[in-house]
């Protein structure tokens, strides 16, 4: 199946059960997030709703199934960030290397310099010594996409009973003009 077989739309509050379905490996059997505890599906359907009112929420269907999916989000809460905007993506585990992600981050980039945003900034768990529960598979994928390290955070994660690293990375999209262009939010494009 090549890469012009995967579909991306819009995602929408009826997604959010398959959506959950992709994340809830990840917080049971990995260190890829620090959260604890999956969310309820309610919970995680607000999440989508909330991201949605600013920034894309996207998902990659093949064959007619959700496979993965990525959102932009807030940086930093304040107004002089309005230009940054952290990504995430997951991909469903039996669908990896199919080249899920890399459509998604570049629908999320298209979307983004739309919006006028200007950096995109992903927070990397990663670790020294790979384990059963972290490798560091996702600072080699955001590296190929064009993101370069900009600061790592030691052990200031915890689980699993092991610390792990975080790291930021980033990959500027657009012109850093003086004064830039007013960010538009995702629904008004």
Not at 164 to 173: L, T
Request: a negative charge.
């Amino acid at each position: 199946m090549g890469m012009k077989d995967i579909r991306i739309r819009t995602a929408c509050g009826g997604d959010a059960q398959a959506l959950l379905e992709i994340y809830a490996p990840y917080v049971e059997h990995t260190a890829i997030t620090f959260e604890y505890e999956t969310p309820e599906r309610s919970d995680f359907r607000k999440r989508l709703e909330n991201t949605l009112k600013k920034y894309p929420y996207i998902v990659a269907e093949m064959d007619g199934e959700i496979s993965g999916y990525a959102y932009t989000g807030i940086f930093k809460n304040r107004a002089a960030y309005d230009w940054a905007a952290e990504v995430s993506v997951y991909v469903k585990e039996d669908k990896r290397g199919l080249g899920i992600g890399r459509r998604l981050y570049t629908a999320l980039e298209e979307i983004s310099r739309a919006q006028h945003i200007l950096n995109l900034n992903a927070c990397i768990a990663c670790c020294d010594v790979e384990d059963e529960y972290l490798t560091n598979g996702s600072v080699a994928f955001h590296s190929r996409l064009g993101y370069s390290m900009v600061g790592k955070f030691h052990q200031c994660g915890y689980k699993f009973g092991r610390w792990y690293d975080m790291v930021w990375m980033e990959k500027r999209i657009g012109e850093h003009r003086t004064p830039p262009e007013p960010v538009i939010a995702f629904p008004d494009l």
